[in-house]
Antibody, heavy 121, light 108 residues
Framework: QLQLQESGPGLVKPSETLSLTCTVS??????????WGWIRQPPGKGLEWIGS???????YYNPSLKSRVTISVDTSKNQFSLKLSSVTAADTAVYYC?????????????WGQGTLVTVSS | EIVLTQSPGTLSLSPGERATLSCRASQSVSSSYLAWYQQKPGQAPRLLIY???SRATGIPDRFSGSGSGTDFTLTISRLEPEDFAVYYC?????????FGGGTKVEIK
């Protein structure tokens, strides 16, 4: 059974960079046709897609965050990571990692449990 | 960017009743790449429906999706106690992928 697990600091200071890692188990991140994405949800609010990456390193991002986002992959560790720079309180959210397959026409079918990141001094 | 508008914001129903949730897109959703998710407090969203009408693995047949173009519907034929939650639609046909604002199905 595929499992995803987010990890990283739960508290980040304003103007600093948020860094999270998603570890994939029960399957290979290098599986063809699957993309690996990040989605966030501010407390009490809706969901926002941040961006996605293929195991080859190909990425695509939400234009609303593109200038501050970097997603990378480490196939040797079966992990992918999110960096969000110049954070403000508006970036406080639960961050989820998830798998989807554009080629197969399937959306986010597997999700991590999510990790709350609070931006505060 | 495709904006998804869900209605109603809150649906108050009793167990055993039928729930009908709407999701309207600001432009046509490519290839009917429209999904529905269920989210309970403190949990990640769970995929219910993809491709507008295909149930995800393990999803009970009381959940059904329909629609195309800009108008989509999620129907829960008979509400079970575990179905009271927030439901989100999402389009994944064009980037950026976008989600609706959600419909909360609460116990009346």
């Amino acid at each position: 059974q595929l499992q995803l697990q987010e990890s990283g600091p739960g508290l980040v200071k304003p103007s600093e960079t948020l860094s999270l890692t998603c570890t994939v188990s029960g399957g290979s991140i290098s599986s063809s046709s699957y993309y690996w994405g990040w989605i966030r949800q501010p407390p009490g609010k809706g969901l926002e897609w941040i961006g996605s990456i293929y195991y080859s390193g190909s990425t695509y991002y939400n234009p609303s965050l593109k200038s501050r986002v970097t997603i990378s992959v480490d196939t040797s560790k079966n992990q992918f990571s999110l960096k969000l720079s110049s954070v403000t309180a508006a970036d406080t959210a639960v961050y989820y990692c998830a798998r989807h397959s554009p080629a197969a026409g399937t959306p986010f079918g597997y999700w991590g449990q999510g990790t709350l990141v609070t931006v505060s001094s | 960017e495709i904006v998804l508008t869900q209605s109603p914001g809150t649906l108050s129903l009793s167990p055993g009743e039928r729930a009908t949730l709407s999701c309207r897109a600001s432009q046509s959703v490519s290839s009917s790449y429209l999904a529905w998710y269920q989210q309970k407090p403190g949990q990640a969203p769970r995929l219910l429906i993809y491709g507008a009408s295909s149930r995800a693995t393990g999803i009970p047949d009381r959940f059904s999706g329909s629609g195309s173009g800009t108008d989509f519907t999620l129907t829960i034929s008979r509400l079970e106690p575990e179905d009271f939650a927030v439901y989100y639609c999402q389009q994944y046909g064009s980037s950026p992928f976008t989600f609706g604002g959600g419909t909360k199905v609460e116990i009346k």
